[in-house]
């Protein structure tokens, strides 16, 4: 199944739409004019990298096998960007740990080695049309309908949340585009953030991809207790002065 590998690591479920947006009318001024604050916004946030420490728990499932595992750890991003998992827990069914979560483990150290730009949404891979706005929890967020310019791998079809206030994103999803693999027919995904110390970090990942060969293989991704700068530093220093166990960058197996 490493077909999952490559397509597990940016999808989901419609379903999880926080309700239709209110359609406001936009011209294609006021669309740039947002969609420019969105690209400042990321610009200033990428150019103070700061290494990060978060837990994660990841719920695997393949439904037409009735197979089902968690995997719960601690992920460690230093500020030059490199990813490690430390204090790995695993509780389920072996063919969900090799096949869904190693698979997406492998394939979000493959995305950091490609290059960002070519899959970053920004006007320079898709095309923005204003929908309206819509409530995320406690704040305002514009929609954008996002639409890529070529048919290329890593590219979706969906929708973007804009924060109205920081104009960071808060919310990804759709469809790929370009199915990274010929055992794949879907490829769906859902991607949420939340806005802390005026940044915006990952709250929340899901996905579904339809295979096949074995159907439907699904993955939720929980991010909590977040720190960031010196309070990384200091998880990560006292996890090696404890010799915890690691998975590195391409952990090919929890």
Do not use: C
């Amino acid at each position: 199944m490493r077909l999952l590998s490559t397509a597990v690591v940016v999808l989901t479920l419609p379903a999880l739409w926080a309700g239709e947006p209110a359609s406001i009318p936009a011209s294609e001024s006021a669309t740039a004019e947002i969609v420019g604050r969105y690209v400042s916004a990321l610009q200033v946030q990428q150019t103070h990298p700061q290494a990060v420490s978060m837990e994660v728990d990841m719920d695997a499932q393949l439904p037409g096998l009735k197979k089902h595992g968690r995997l719960h750890a601690l992920r460690f991003i230093s500020k030059v960007g490199k990813v490690f998992y430390n204090r790995p827990r695993f509780e389920g069914d072996n063919t969900v740990k090799k096949e869904v979560i190693a698979r997406y483990l492998e394939a979000e150290a493959q995305a950091r080695d490609e290059h960002a730009e070519a899959m970053a949404i920004t006007p320079a891979n898709y095309k923005f049309k204003f929908k309206g706005t819509t409530d995320y929890g406690d704040r305002l967020a514009y929609v954008l309908e996002v639409t890529p310019l070529k048919k290329r791998t890593g590219l979706y079809k969906g929708e973007l949340w804009i924060d109205k206030q920081t104009y960071l994103p808060l919310r990804e999803w759709g469809e790929l585009v370009k199915n990274p693999s010929v055992f794949l027919k879907n490829v769906y995904f859902v991607r949420d953030y939340y806005i802390y110390d005026g940044i915006s970090i990952p709250r929340r990942l899901i996905t579904e991809v339809s295979t096949r060969l074995v159907g439907k293989a699904q993955l939720t991704i929980w991010y909590d207790n977040f720190k960031m700068g010196e309070g990384a530093q200091a998880t990560a220093a006292a996890l090696s002065s404890e010799g915890s166990p690691r998975m590195g960058q391409t952990a090919s197996e929890p």
